[in-house]
């Protein structure tokens, strides 16, 4: 049994049995799926920018508005967006296999190593900022979703 690498995955038992499925197509995220792992693999693929590549009545969506626990059309367009991307298709020894708007073992691997190394990055970027502000330069951290001026 493997571990996931970022912690927003932790305790998520759905999420682990996908992440553990030798990727025979039968564990995956989608329509109907249980919403609080559907939740988490929608905050880090808002977070990764994945849901904003699909505006919806002009503008992207919120966090508020992607982030609702249910694997809909945009969910399912992000999902598919970054295995095109990556080419994550089924079966995955096909060249020639299906690319799917479904979260299965690869996906959530390809999610879960991306969204782990931008926390990384994101908790190292305030430190250095917070010791910009003790040294009194003139930093600001802006909150997520915060636009700068």
Known sequence: MSVFRSTRFDDNSTLAEIRDDPDTGTRKLQRESDPKAVAAVQNALYDLHWAQRFPQEN????????????????????????????NIRFPPDDPRGVLDGFVGPRTLDRIDRQISHRDDMRVVIISKAGALQDADAPVRLFDEGEEPP
């Open 59 to 86: 503008h992207y969506p919120s966090r508020l508005r992607f982030v609702d626990g249910d694997f809909g059309p945009v969910t399912a367009a992000s999902a598919l967006a970054l295995k095109t991307r990556y």
